[in-house]
């Protein structure tokens, strides 16, 4: 068993972030219900959703002591920091976002009840179909129209999102590389990683966004083994979600999605290709007629990009790139490998120039000593398991591309890379297995040769041999 899955499994440790959470969770309940008698709503709100992300937990007898272990201390995690987001006011100095959510959320809510105008200017600019994020304002408003205006809510409905992100990893990683150590290190890394737990625990869209796009993965893969009709409906369901949340990463995922549908089937049979056509016209035909087919033209529009990048690298104190012109092909193509490497390894040491920026960098030395090891385990993918990992890498290449192309600020890139870590994780996970196998190998003097995966196990990678061979190989029948 790893260190991480150890950490996650031993008691004591359960016991102190339990009681550490408990206590914490006490006082808050306290300290609300004794100002506003109201609050007792968000306490139900925000345990009632965990409630049921951990019955469905569960539910899958597969692994589910881990699962619901790492469940429980990521969402108590992520509900320290958003109560402490909360209770400090901090919500600007993380992300103006959330601001805007909240007004925009509490107006539609009130325009539901009939005591604010549905229909001003301002209000279509922001929850029109045409604009990216338009199901943000929806799923705010929709909680302030039973709950009231709660930005604390949201915040620890959000949190849960997240926390159950790291299960969906857990079984991607499980169907993509059938090895349990390697999808609980995934799912830790997810867990843990500190800027998905400060996006997600937040009144932002990047816990609902990277849910979604872990459940297009999910339910893709299960697809692509075999038929089913409720996977069919909750992989409809995610993709129209990320759609409503960030239009552009809903039109690669789904891109994403037919491809692997359509080519890299269990067996690829006439009858398979048939039947992965059909769920892609069903899909696309049924998004298509509730608005997905009107925005692409409007959400690649490479005039209103280069407008919105030269307006974001204008306004940041972190700017970059702002001058070039990605509508002129040539200098698209020699801007690529500067924006990759703001996209992937951003903010860099000599440009921090505030707190934000500096409590990034131990996060970012980690992810600078793990990237080889991404590359390792993106690598082994691409050559031993692309049928089963075809859609991820798809798409995690062509977000991070698009990424590359549209970003000009260094905040912003750091906050969406967020979005990629939970397929960044599963990669890592894999090279941190070879990497372990290799010394495993080495030391017991095996050729090399790749992990062996022995059928029947539960799906476990079995080395070959576990101590020193002795013998010739031309001897051992």
């Known amino acids: 068993m790893n260190p991480l899955a150890k950490f996650i499994q031993n008691r004591r440790v359960l016991t102190a972030l339990g009681g550490s959470a408990l206590i914490l969770v006490s006082v808050w309940i306290g300290e609300s219900l004794a100002a506003d008698p109201g609050a007792g709503i968000t306490f139900i709100g925000a345990v009632m959703s965990a409630a049921i992300c951990a019955w469905i937990i569960f539910k ?34 993380f992300g103006g976002d959330a601001v805007t959510f909240d007004v925009v959320g509490s107006a539609l809510s009130g325009a539901w009840h009939g005591i604010s105008n549905y229909n001003p200017i301002w209000m279509s600019s922001y929850t029109g179909y045409g604009r990216s994020g338009w199901g943000m304002f929806y799923y705010v408003a929709s909680i302030y129209y039973v709950a009231g205006q709660d930005q604390f809510l949201i915040q620890l409905m959000n949190s849960v999102l997240g926390a159950a ?97 359509l080519l890299t089937g269990k067996r690829f049979t006439p009858l398979r290709f048939i039947q992965g056509g059909v769920l892609v016209l069903v899909l696309g035909g049924t998004l298509a007629y509730l608005g997905a087919g009107e925005v692409p033209k409007e959400a690649f529009d490479l005039k209103k990009i280069k407008d919105a990048r030269a307006w974001s690298a204008r306004v940041s104190n972190s700017g970059f790139g702002g001058d070039v012109d990605i509508t002129d092909p040539q200098a698209a193509l020699s801007f690529l490998p500067i924006g990759l490497l703001y996209v992937l390894f951003a903010p860099f040491p000599w440009e921090v120039t505030n707190l934000r920026q500096l409590i990034t ?117």
């Open 361 to 477: 960098l131990p996060e970012m030395i980690i992810w600078w000593l793990l990237v080889p090891l991404m590359i390792k385990g993106f690598w082994y993918a691409v050559r031993h398991r692309l049928k089963e990992s075809f859609a991820i890498i798809t798409f995690t290449v062509g977000l991070t591309l698009v990424y590359a192309l549209y970003q000009s600020n260094v905040g912003t890139a750091y906050r969406h890379r967020a979005q990629l870590y939970v397929f960044f994780v599963i990669f890592i996970s894999i090279g941190l297995d070879l990497r372990r196998q290799a010394k495993l190998r080495k030391r017991s003097q095996i050729p090399a040769g790749g992990p062996s995966f022995a059928p029947g196990l539960q799906g476990t990678p079995v080395m070959l041999a576990s101590r020193p061979i002795n013998r010739p190989m031309q001897n051992m029948q």
């Open 165 to 261: 992100s790291c299960v969906a990893v857990y079984k991607i990683a499980e169907n993509i590389y059938p090895s349990t150590r390697v999808a609980r290190t995934a799912a830790v890394l997810a867990a843990i990683a500190p800027s998905m737990i400060l996006w997600s625990a937040q009144v932002m869209k990047d816990g609902p966004i990277v849910l979604s796009l872990s459940l297009c993965a999910l339910f893709t893969l299960k697809l692509q083994k075999k038929f089913n009709a409720t996977d069919l409906v909750f992989l409809f369901a995610s993709l129209f979600c990320l759609f409503s949340l960030r239009n552009y990463a809903f039109y690669i995922m789904f891109a994403s999605t037919s491809f692997a549908l």
């Open 60 to 93: 899958d007898t597969s692994d589910r002591k881990f699962l619901l272990r790492l469940f429980a201390i990521a969402v108590g995690v992520r509900w320290i920091i958003a109560y402490l987001i909360y209770s400090r006011h901090l919500q600007l100095f």
